[in-house]
């Protein structure tokens, strides 16, 4: 998982092959401005608005349940 380490960057390769499953996908839109240097805007799409709602449920899930700290412990047990 990308943030174990306790950066939050991500390397430009990587960042590049993610945006491009997202927009295979169709969660996001790609606007390419052609320009130089190049300018490339990101949106969501209705598919990947529809998805918010279930982030934010893992989202939710995982601040009653885990720890903070970055320990993956139940709080329950």
Do not use: Q
């Amino acid at each position: 998982m990308r943030g174990l380490s306790g950066s939050a960057e991500i390397a430009p390769r990587v960042l590049s092959r993610e945006l491009k499953a997202l927009t295979e996908s169709g969660l996001i839109d790609r606007k390419d401005f052609g320009v130089v240097p190049p300018k490339v805007e990101y949106r969501l799409t209705r598919k990947g608005k529809s998805f918010v709602p279930v982030i934010a449920a893992i989202r939710d899930w995982g601040h009653r349940h885990l720890i903070t700290g970055g320990e993956a412990m139940m709080a329950a047990e």
